[in-house]
């Protein structure tokens, strides 16, 4: 069993039944859920993040507010658990990693058999670590599920990288047709916030086609980061403004109240529910690579 941390979050209790229910391959009842909380000593200390679980259907309408910074009891706090798992069970599309019926969580994945989206899970419940092996497979990762999403290509530059950025840029430039802009980023510009560039190419050796720039953030702090700086990157490559789009892919599954903003500010937002549905698309070939890295990595933490 995948400990219980500290933690007074909702959502994170929502992570944790799902690292359990993959981890162990065994259902969890809602008794079951009450059971563990409780020998945790977290058994009241459920805070309802401001406006998240209202907007999902957590609480009935004219309570988000009075609730959302206070103790609830362990009837609504095991509610509100289920609820959310069910909100993402719907996310994760028709063939979601578990079910639920009459109140139990029952798996529909093993974390051998997907442990993608098992590294996904520890990472949005447990925080980022170990940073120079594993945020760069979470970003080979969203090279994959960019490519899934696109039926294209997609390149991955995320810093560190063997080549600096500006030898990347005259590489990604050839690939796509385009032409390299007259600027060139300064030396401590790293990777200016891009790890992952996706296109769809008309195979056809010409220019003018979709473009996304795409920040990978595996950890739990993915909202401080900032935009991905647009008019920079269309003078270091000249592709139309127009449809270079940016995206970012985060391990945990966004709430209602926070998506438009989000997306407002990151545009195209892949979360855990997307990655998901774009990774185990029927007919998308495992790299199978990457998988047994990102096993071998899973196996160590657990």
């Not at 095991?78 to 578990?98: A, T, V």
């Not at 595996?218 to 270091?236: D, F, M, V």
């Not at 709430?255 to 007919?283: C, K």
Request: glycine content about 6%.
């Amino acid at each position: 069993m995948i400990e219980l941390q500290d933690t007074a979050s909702v959502l994170r209790m929502a992570d944790w039944v799902e690292l359990n229910v993959m981890f162990t391959s065994t259902p969890l009842s809602k008794a079951k859920i009450s059971s563990l909380i409780n020998a945790s000593g977290d058994t009241d200390i459920a805070e309802l993040e401001e406006g998240d679980l209202a907007a999902d259907g957590a609480e009935e309408e004219g309570d988000a507010g009075e609730e959302s910074n206070n103790e609830v009891g362990d009837y609504e706090l095991f509610d509100s658990i289920l609820q959310e798992l069910d909100r993402r069970r719907k996310l994760y599309g028709d063939h979601p990693p578990y079910t639920i019926e009459n109140n139990v969580v029952l798996p529909g994945l093993s974390w051998l058999d997907a442990p993608e989206l098992f590294m996904c899970l520890l990472f949005a419940y447990w925080g980022a670590w170990n940073k120079h092996s594993a945020t760069k497979l979470f970003e080979r990762l969203s090279n994959e599920v960019i490519i899934s999403y696109l039926g294209g290509q997609a390149v991955t530059l995320g810093f560190p990288n063997p080549e600096n950025l500006s030898d990347q840029l005259d590489a990604l430039a050839a690939l796509l047709f385009e032409r390299r802009g007259n600027r060139n980023p300064e030396f401590t510009d790293k990777d200016r916030g891009v790890d992952v560039v996706g296109w769809k190419s008309f195979n056809d050796s010409r220019n003018g086609q979709i473009v996304v720039l795409m920040q990978c953030a595996a950890g739990r702090t993915w909202e401080n980061k900032k935009q991905i700086p647009l008019p920079a990157w269309s003078q270091y490559i000249n592709w139309n403004y127009t449809t270079t789009l940016q995206s970012m892919s985060v391990t945990e599954i966004i709430t209602s109240a926070r998506w438009q903003n989000r997306i407002d500010e990151y545009g195209i937002l892949f979360d855990r529910a997307r990655i998901f549905q774009y990774l185990y698309r029927p007919g998308y070939p495992t790299n199978q690579p990457l998988r047994d890295e990102i096993l071998d990595w899973c196996t160590q933490q657990v």
